[in-house]
Nanobody, 124 residues
């Protein structure tokens, strides 16, 4: 089983910034986390979970149109960690944020389980 632990959420005013982190570990992984494409997802109340950013094992990236130019995904394989730098936050970014796998085309995927997520609230 893969363990995913997200952190870094909080309450921020519109225009503010947050940096999320996710540590991904697990004995069921077929090798180190550096072999996997990873993604950040979010789910707002009453809405489906959506992929907002993904990063490949070669560090290529893909972003949802709604966050392009504002969010940056990165990874530190030595720390088994993926980050999401979020700038110029908007109220519509309010959601629970989760990390998980991404597929080879940097689209949605899953390791089969989800972490607890971290709440991001953008409000004045």
């Amino acid at each position: 089983q893969v363990q995913l632990e997200e952190s870094g959420g909080g309450l921020v005013q519109p225009g503010g910034s947050l940096r999320l982190a996710c540590v991904a570990t697990g004995s069921s992984l077929s090798g180190p986390i550096r072999r996997y494409a990873l993604g950040w997802y979010r789910q707002a109340p009453g809405k489906e979970r959506e992929l907002v950013a993904a990063i490949g094992s070669d560090e290529t990236t893909n972003y949802a149109d709604s966050v392009k130019g504002r969010f940056t995904i990165s990874r530190d394989n030595a720390k088994d960690t993926v980050y999401l730098q979020m700038n110029n936050l908007k109220p519509e970014d309010t959601a629970a944020y989760y990390c998980n796998a991404a597929n080879r085309k940097l689209g949605p995927s899953t390791f089969g389980s989800w972490g607890q997520g971290t709440q991001v609230t953008v409000s004045s």
